[in-house]
C-alpha cells in the first residue's frame, strides 16, 4: 500500500472534541488507507476512544470533519443525520470491543447474521453468510453453541466475523485482547488482521499493549487529544 498515491477509506481533518470543562480532541489529521492496520496508543485519557468514535461517527466532533470515501463518492460523516449516520455505519463500518458485545441469549451463528438481519436481508440469507464467516475464522460446527459455551478467544472470534459479515471496508477495534490472555490475544490478533486488512479493507484498533500495536502496519500516538508526531513509530520502532 502506497499512501501517497492511494485514495484513503477514511479521514479526519482537524478534527476536535471539546465536552464541559475537557478537550478530549484538539485538532488531530489523520487518514485511513485501503489495506492498512492503524493502531492508536497513547496514555489513558488521551483521546484514543474518542477518536475512534469520531471516525466511526458514532459521535460528532465539536470542530473539524471526518470523511468516508465509498464507491459512490465522499461523504462527511459529520454532517449526516443520525438516521444517516446508523446506516453508514451499518454498511461501511464494523466493530469489535474488548468483551465483545455478544448477545448471550443468541446462538453463535444469530449473533454474526444480525447485522444482515437489521439491514433487511432474509434469516436464510443472513446466516448462510454467517456461517460462510465463521468458518474462514476456524469456528465451523460451533454455529448452534450459546456465546457462554465458547472460550474467551472464540468469543472474539465471533465479533469478529459479525464485524465482517456485512462487506465493512473498515473495522474499528477497541482493546479487543484486553480481556483475554497472551496466547489468546495473539490468536485472536492473527485473526482480525487476516480478516480486517484483505480486499483493500482496513483496521483501526486502540491498545495499550505494544505486542498488538506491533502487528500492525502503522501505529499513531496521541498525547493531551493531540497526535503525537514526536512519538510517531513505525513497526521496527515498536518491537525495538
Same mark, same amino acid.
Given at each position: 500500500?502506497?499512501s501517497?498515491?492511494?485514495?484513503p477509506?477514511?479521514?479526519?481533518?482537524?478534527?476536535?472534541?471539546?465536552?464541559?470543562?475537557?478537550?478530549?480532541?484538539?485538532? +488531530? @489529521?489523520?487518514?485511513?488507507y485501503?489495506?492498512e492496520s492503524?493502531?492508536?496508543? /497513547?496514555?489513558?485519557?488521551?483521546?484514543?476512544?474518542?477518536?475512534?468514535?469520531?471516525?466511526?461517527?458514532?459521535i460528532?466532533?465539536?470542530?473539524?470533519e #471526518? +470523511?468516508?470515501?465509498?464507491?459512490?463518492g465522499a461523504? &462527511?460523516v459529520?454532517a449526516? &443525520?443520525?438516521? !444517516?449516520?446508523?446506516?453508514?455505519?451499518? %454498511?461501511?463500518?464494523?466493530f469489535?470491543?474488548?468483551?465483545?458485545?455478544?448477545?448471550?441469549?443468541?446462538?453463535?451463528v444469530?449473533n454474526?447474521?444480525?447485522p444482515?438481519?437489521?439491514? /433487511?436481508?432474509?434469516? &436464510?440469507? &443472513?446466516?448462510?453468510?454467517?456461517?460462510?464467516?465463521?468458518?474462514?475464522?476456524?469456528l465451523?460446527?460451533?454455529?448452534?453453541r $450459546?456465546?457462554? %459455551?465458547?472460550s474467551?478467544?472464540?468469543?472474539?472470534? #465471533?465479533?469478529? *466475523?459479525?464485524?465482517?459479515v456485512?462487506?465493512?471496508?473498515?473495522?474499528?477495534?477497541? !482493546?479487543?485482547? /484486553?480481556?483475554? @490472555?497472551?496466547?489468546?490475544?495473539? %490468536?485472536?490478533?492473527?485473526?482480525?488482521?487476516?480478516?480486517?486488512?484483505? @480486499?483493500?479493507?482496513?483496521? #483501526? #484498533?486502540?491498545?495499550h @499493549?505494544?505486542? +498488538?500495536?506491533?502487528?500492525?502496519?502503522?501505529?499513531?500516538?496521541?498525547?493531551?487529544?493531540?497526535?503525537d508526531? $514526536?512519538?510517531?513509530?513505525t +513497526?521496527?520502532e515498536?518491537? *525495538?
Open positions: 500500500m502506497n501517497s498515491v492511494s485514495t477509506l477514511l479521514s479526519a481533518s482537524r478534527v476536535s472534541m471539546t465536552y464541559p470543562g475537557t478537550r478530549a480532541l484538539d485538532g +488531530v @489529521d489523520l487518514a485511513i485501503p489495506g492503524v493502531a492508536i496508543m /497513547g496514555p489513558s485519557g488521551s483521546g484514543k476512544t474518542t477518536l475512534l468514535h469520531a471516525l466511526a461517527g458514532i460528532t466532533p465539536t470542530s473539524g #471526518v +470523511v468516508v470515501y465509498t464507491p459512490n461523504i &462527511a459529520n449526516l &443525520a443520525e438516521s !444517516e449516520r446508523s446506516r453508514l455505519r451499518r %454498511e461501511e463500518f464494523g469489535v470491543f474488548q468483551q465483545g458485545l455478544l448477545i448471550p441469549e443468541l446462538t453463535v444469530e454474526v447474521a444480525l444482515l438481519l437489521l439491514a /433487511g436481508r432474509t434469516r &436464510a440469507t &443472513a446466516e448462510a453468510h454467517a456461517v460462510e464467516w465463521l468458518a474462514r475464522l476456524g465451523g460446527g460451533l454455529e448452534r $450459546r456465546i457462554g %459455551e465458547l474467551g478467544g472464540q468469543a472474539q472470534r #465471533v465479533a469478529i *466475523a459479525r464485524a465482517q456485512t462487506g465493512a471496508r473498515v473495522i474499528f477495534a477497541d !482493546e479487543p485482547t /484486553g480481556a483475554l @490472555d497472551s496466547v489468546t490475544s495473539g %490468536e485472536t490478533m492473527t485473526a482480525l488482521l487476516g480478516a480486517a486488512t484483505e @480486499d483493500g479493507r482496513a483496521l #483501526v #484498533v486502540v491498545t @499493549d505494544d505486542h +498488538v500495536a506491533a502487528r500492525c502496519s502503522r501505529v499513531v500516538r496521541l498525547r493531551d487529544g493531540r497526535l508526531v $514526536r512519538a510517531a513509530a +513497526v521496527s515498536v518491537t *525495538a
